[in-house]
């Protein structure tokens, strides 16, 4: 029993090891998130609703991994707040596509922009 | 189907596709309208902006160096008080100063004085005595920012709002969404002093990837501003109409081929207008016969600002003119010797802004004080722009290194608050104080377009099937100083 239970805590150890390694923010996903974007501008621009709220939605899932990540590196209290801010305003995205209000998708989106700007002044790496 | 009609049929297939395609030229990428049938024979046509313009021009100074607007807008008592002290730690919070000199300590320079003029009470120092005299026309942004610290790249970004080559310059995007006013004369025109093109060239008055035919026309210094704008004299008008017309039908006959082909539309466009400037361009670009009060409030009795001054002069003939967009590029007066000919002064700052504010603020203040004469400044809007700008610290002990996190720019023109002061620097001048009020190029690219009368979220272009605009996914209309 007690073999067994070291190897289940190995097993636990291992995993959570794994689910902390899994949240790092590489380039590629900085990359996906800034080519989601500019889709996401283009499809509210052409007033492309399904592929709007589908880009809308997955940067909801990125600036998830983005706000896990700041969470664990600590002593990030205003990313983690503008990570917030952004998955908020994808929401915010979703809705105004959904209710065909394209102007305030548009303005939403040029919010979250500007969000992910000022979050690049203090934690991009050259 | 024989190979007649389908070749037919794939023609006009294509032509369809092609139309399609087109409506991607209109701004915001509307439906086919009658009004655009005429946009599609001629895309320089005059178009309906979304909303009443505040301004019919733009004159875009674009400072080439990037001056420091530490020494001559921004005046920082505290910086006088800790100069020659290292930089308190508290300042360079959040920014990266990878720039090539490091952090030295806090500089002035002791030749400076400062002053505060107009009923505004703006800050000038000694080095613009002529400019501070029209302190009351000027919209000050003393909380401008941008992205990266060498020359090309910033350069590029502050004219197309973007730090790789291929995207439109704010002027492209105006000819673009406007149309020409004067159909005799480029709506885009870049005008420069020196004698050497602007660094970094012409990417920064490109159309990217809009059709060619909105990219900025470069006028060169000096009496022939436009290249082989003559006829030769042995060659009559009849003559030249002639192979001008025949030209015409054989370029007609590719464009019916390749409809989609932009470079030959341009081309097509630009020799019916070169042959059309050949009547207005030379006069709207001759100063001789302009008053001698007249060339020397615009400072052409002084060698220093002589070069600057018939840039500017013509500048302002231009926007008579219904020119849209004078982009003008700073470059060094003739005859001064300097290894650095733009406002570049990692050292040495003293002289070299000594120089180059003299160039620049005897033409800048005539220019403010014609226009307004001429009630032409209501509807045209100055703008004095740079890369960036430079450090509160000394480089090489007689310089500035650059700095892209807070600089001055400023406006003055038709649908702004005239003698205002929106955003500032911190207590030293290094970084903009209150980051909700930063303004990046973006947001002046937006602003300058809502004073034209275009919505930035709403000039749009498909391109490649993406639906781009000229503040790319950011810009924010600065609200505050519009009047």
Same mark, same amino acid.
């Given at each position: 029993?007690?073999?067994?239970?070291?190897?289940?805590?190995?097993?636990? *150890? !291992?995993?959570? +090891?794994? /689910?902390?390694? $899994? &949240? =790092? %923010?590489?380039?590629?996903?900085?990359?996906?998130?800034?080519?989601?974007?500019?889709?996401?501008?283009?499809?509210?621009?052409?007033?492309?609703?399904?592929?709007?709220?589908?880009?809308?939605?997955?940067?909801?899932?990125?600036?998830?991994?983005?706000?896990?990540? *700041? !969470?664990?590196? +600590?002593? /990030?209290?205003? $990313? &983690? =707040? %503008?990570?917030?801010?952004?998955?908020?305003?994808?929401?915010?995205?979703?809705?105004?596509?959904?209710?065909?209000?394209?102007?305030?998708?548009?303005?939403?989106?040029?919010?979250?922009?500007?969000?992910?700007?000022?979050?690049?002044?203090?934690?991009?790496?050259? | 189907?024989?190979?007649?009609?389908?070749?037919?049929?794939?023609?006009?297939?294509?032509?369809?596709?092609?139309?399609?395609?087109?409506?991607?030229?209109?701004?915001?990428?509307?439906?086919?309208?009658?009004?655009?049938?005429?946009?599609?024979?001629?895309?320089?046509?005059?178009?309906?902006?979304?909303?009443?313009?505040?301004?019919?021009?733009?004159?875009?100074?674009?400072?080439?160096?990037?001056?420091?607007?530490?020494?001559?807008?921004?005046?920082?008592?505290?910086?006088?008080?800790?100069?020659?002290?290292?930089?308190?730690?508290?300042?360079?919070?959040?920014?990266?100063?990878?720039?090539?000199?490091?952090?030295?300590?806090?500089?002035?320079?002791?030749?400076?004085?400062?002053?505060?003029?107009?009923?505004?009470?703006?800050?000038?120092?000694?080095?613009?005595?002529?400019?501070?005299?029209?302190?009351?026309?000027?919209?000050?942004?003393?909380?401008?920012?941008?992205?990266?610290?060498?020359?090309?790249?910033?350069?590029?970004?502050?004219?197309?709002?973007?730090?790789?080559?291929?995207?439109?310059?704010?002027?492209?995007?105006?000819?673009?969404?406007?149309?020409?006013?004067?159909?005799?004369?480029?709506?885009?025109?870049?005008?420069?002093?020196?004698?050497?093109?602007?660094?970094?060239?012409?990417?920064?008055?490109?159309?990217?990837?809009?059709?060619?035919?909105?990219?900025?026309?470069?006028?060169?210094?000096?009496?022939?501003?436009?290249?082989?704008?003559?006829?030769?004299?042995?060659?009559?008008?009849?003559?030249?109409?002639?192979?001008?017309?025949?030209?015409?039908?054989?370029?007609?006959?590719?464009?019916?081929?390749?409809?989609?082909?932009?470079?030959?539309?341009?081309?097509?466009?630009?020799?019916?207008?070169?042959?059309?400037?050949?009547?207005?361009?030379?006069?709207?670009?001759?100063?001789?016969?302009?008053?001698?009060?007249?060339?020397?409030?615009?400072?052409?009795?002084?060698?220093?600002?002589?070069?600057?001054?018939?840039?500017?002069?013509?500048?302002?003939?231009?926007?008579?003119?219904?020119?849209?967009?004078?982009?003008?590029?700073?470059?060094?007066?003739?005859?001064?010797?300097?290894?650095?000919?733009?406002?570049?002064?990692?050292?040495?700052?003293?002289?070299?802004?000594?120089?180059?504010?003299?160039?620049?603020?005897?033409?800048?203040?005539?220019?403010?004080?014609?226009?307004?004469?001429?009630?032409?400044?209501?509807?045209?809007?100055?703008?004095?722009?740079?890369?960036?700008?430079?450090?509160?610290?000394?480089?090489?002990?007689?310089?500035?290194?650059?700095?892209?996190?807070?600089?001055?720019?400023?406006?003055?023109?038709?649908?702004?608050?005239?003698?205002?002061?929106?955003?500032?620097?911190?207590?030293?001048?290094?970084?903009?104080?209150?980051?909700?009020?930063?303004?990046?190029?973006?947001?002046?690219?937006?602003?300058?377009?809502?004073?034209?009368?275009?919505?930035?979220?709403?000039?749009?272009?498909?391109?490649?099937?993406?639906?781009?605009?000229?503040?790319?996914?950011?810009?924010?209309?600065?609200?505050?100083?519009?009047?």
């Amino acid at each position: 029993m007690q073999r067994k239970l070291i190897a289940f805590g190995a097993m636990l *150890f !291992v995993s959570a +090891g794994f /689910a902390l390694a $899994a &949240v =790092e %923010l590489d380039t590629d996903l900085m990359q996906n998130i800034d080519d989601t974007n500019k889709s996401l501008a283009s499809n509210i621009a052409t007033r492309d609703g399904k592929a709007a709220i589908a880009d809308a939605k997955s940067m909801n899932d990125m600036f998830g991994t983005v706000e896990t990540y *700041f !969470v664990q590196k +600590g002593d /990030a209290a205003n $990313a &983690v =707040e %503008l990570t917030k801010q952004s998955r908020e305003l994808t929401l915010t995205i979703v809705n105004a596509v959904t209710a065909n209000n394209y102007d305030a998708a548009t303005d939403a989106a040029t919010t979250l922009s500007r969000t992910c700007k000022k979050c690049h002044t203090f934690y991009k790496k050259e | 189907m024989s190979i007649n009609s389908r070749r037919d049929f794939l023609l006009k297939s294509g032509l369809g596709l092609g139309a399609g395609a087109l409506t991607g030229l209109l701004p915001g990428g509307g439906l086919l309208s009658a009004a655009t049938a005429a946009e599609l024979i001629d895309p320089l046509a005059p178009k309906q902006p979304h909303f009443p313009a505040k301004i019919k021009s733009v004159i875009w100074l674009h400072q080439n160096g990037a001056p420091s607007t530490l020494d001559l807008y921004d005046y920082k008592p505290d910086l006088q008080k800790l100069a020659g002290q290292p930089v308190p730690a508290s300042f360079l919070k959040g920014i990266k100063t990878s720039t090539q000199g490091g952090v030295g300590k806090l500089y002035v320079s002791k030749e400076r004085t400062w002053k505060q003029y107009g009923e505004s009470g703006a800050w000038f120092s000694s080095l613009l005595p002529n400019m501070a005299q029209h302190a009351d026309k000027i919209t000050f942004i003393k909380s401008s920012t941008t992205i990266g610290a060498t020359h090309d790249i910033s350069i590029l970004k502050l004219n197309t709002g973007d730090l790789n080559p291929g995207r439109p310059s704010l002027g492209a995007w105006i000819s673009y969404a406007l149309g020409a006013a004067n159909p005799d004369l480029p709506p885009y025109v870049v005008l420069y002093n020196g004698d050497r093109e602007p660094q970094a060239g012409s990417v920064n008055w490109s159309s990217g990837f809009l059709p060619a035919v909105y990219q900025g026309t470069a006028f060169r210094p000096g009496d022939s501003p436009i290249l082989y704008l003559d006829r030769p004299e042995l060659r009559s008008a009849t003559q030249q109409r002639a192979s001008l017309d025949l030209l015409k039908q054989l370029n007609n006959l590719g464009a019916q081929r390749y409809p989609n082909d932009t470079e030959l539309r341009a081309r097509l466009r630009s020799y019916e207008l070169a042959d059309r400037m050949q009547v207005a361009a030379p006069a709207a670009v001759d100063i001789s016969k302009e008053s001698a009060a007249t060339k020397e409030l615009y400072g052409l009795n002084d060698k220093t600002s002589q070069s600057y001054g018939e840039v500017l002069l013509r500048a302002r003939r231009l926007v008579e003119n219904g020119v849209r967009f004078v982009q003008v590029v700073s470059g060094y007066p003739e005859g001064v010797e300097s290894e650095r000919q733009s406002w570049d002064a990692h050292s040495e700052l003293d002289q070299n802004h000594g120089v180059m504010a003299r160039m620049v603020d005897k033409p800048i203040a005539g220019l403010l004080h014609d226009l307004k004469e001429r009630g032409l400044l209501d509807t045209t809007l100055v703008v004095w722009a740079s890369e960036f700008g430079r450090t509160s610290w000394g480089e090489s002990g007689s310089g500035r290194d650059h700095n892209p996190w807070g600089y001055t720019t400023w406006m003055a023109g038709g649908g702004l608050k005239a003698g205002y002061t929106y955003g500032e620097t911190d207590e030293i001048g290094l970084q903009v104080a209150d980051k909700d009020k930063a303004v990046d190029t973006y947001d002046l690219h937006a602003t300058i377009l809502q004073l034209m009368g275009l919505d930035h979220l709403k000039t749009t272009f498909l391109n490649n099937g993406r639906s781009e605009r000229p503040t790319v996914v950011y810009g924010k209309v600065i609200k505050e100083i519009l009047a």
